[in-house]
């Protein structure tokens, strides 16, 4: 029997801890997420892979850091064979990778060394690609920057959003890193350094990233919506407010006026923005201290002026 601890806090962790624990070659033993905060309507709760590990009966901590003396000494009567990081949080220090060397393995869910960082599923989507990958690989002292032991994907479709693709690339991470514990062995003796020349570097996603440019083609702003659909959703300014979307159309056409309002249309319920190959089809919008609602829904209530050219602020 395989001895692992897990490492993991969101929901994108929860299919490889639930494949690892249900696996009969493989033996759970600590399970290791970020302490308990204020999510939902500020409510102190614990993360997601704890409310799991807690459900199955599996032995938690919440060390306040992995790298303290205390943890460290406190992992030995576990006898680990193997630490697996999926989506953690907190930084690996040089104690604990000596302690496990060669035996810390991360779960990253991009093709490295590109998209390195914390926010490649986005960088997947706003950069349109058709496939997306997962990667299983030993943690060094880098940021994503270790060997590279066994890489799957998968095909990027036209409707998938933040929430989707996350879920896809989670499912098939589960597989990869299963496959990379039972076959450590030769995935370890035939790993890959990574290519330094080929790292592309993610930035985190904060509230400036969503801002619409109309001089952007339709293609792109449609990848920016589904892209940060979670957080901080793609916006625009309209006279002096910003409204947020998230679901688009676009269609393509020859001579455009990027940022011109060409069409309300309240009895069909959608707004069309002209940018710089076409126009955008608003389906969904949210104004400020309000819900996101259907357009047409927006639209009873509101006025959103036609003909004019919206600034890029």
Excluded at 46 to 52: A, N
Excluded at 150 to 176: I, M, W
Excluded at 186 to 209: A, G, M, P, W, Y
Aim: hydrophobic share 35%.
């Amino acid at each position: 029997m395989i001895n692992t601890a897990f490492m993991g806090s969101p929901q994108f962790a929860i299919p490889t801890l639930e494949m690892l624990n249900k696996s009969d070659e493989i033996n759970v033993s600590l399970v290791i997420s970020q302490k308990d905060k204020k999510r939902n309507r500020n409510k102190i709760s614990p993360t997601e892979v704890k409310k799991y590990a807690l459900k199955k009966g599996l032995k938690v901590f919440t060390p306040d850091s992995v790298n303290s003396e205390e943890f460290l000494i406190s992992l030995d009567e576990f006898k680990i064979d193997f630490i697996i990081v999926v989506a953690f949080g907190q930084f690996i220090g040089e104690k604990l990778l000596n302690k496990y060397r060669n035996r810390i393995i991360n779960l990253h869910p991009s093709k490295l060394p590109k998209y390195r960082g914390s926010s490649p599923i986005q960088y997947t989507l706003l950069n349109g690609d058709k496939r997306a990958s997962v990667t299983s690989m030993l943690i060094d002292k880098g940021m994503d920057s270790g060997d590279l032991l066994l890489q799957k994907e998968t095909e990027v479709l036209e409707s998938d959003d933040f929430y989707s693709l996350s879920k896809k690339l989670s499912l098939l991470g589960a597989e990869v890193i299963l496959d990379t514990i039972l076959d450590f062995d030769n995935l370890f003796n035939n790993r890959i350094s990574q290519n330094e020349n080929d790292v592309i570097i993610t930035e985190k996603i904060n509230k400036n990233h969503g801002k619409i440019n109309w001089n952007m083609t339709g293609k792109q702003i449609f990848d920016l919506c589904r892209a940060l659909i979670d957080y901080p959703k793609a916006f625009f300014e309209y006279k002096d407010i910003y409204l947020k979307t998230e679901t688009i159309n676009y269609e393509r056409y020859y001579s455009s006026i990027p940022g011109f309002v060409k069409e309300v249309n309240t009895k069909e319920g959608y707004i069309k923005i002209e940018c710089s190959d076409g126009a955008i089809v608003l389906n969904k919008i949210q104004a400020p201290g309000k819900k996101m609602m259907p357009v047409k829904d927006f639209l009873m209530g509101n006025k959103f002026e036609e003909g004019i050219i919206l600034n890029n602020g």
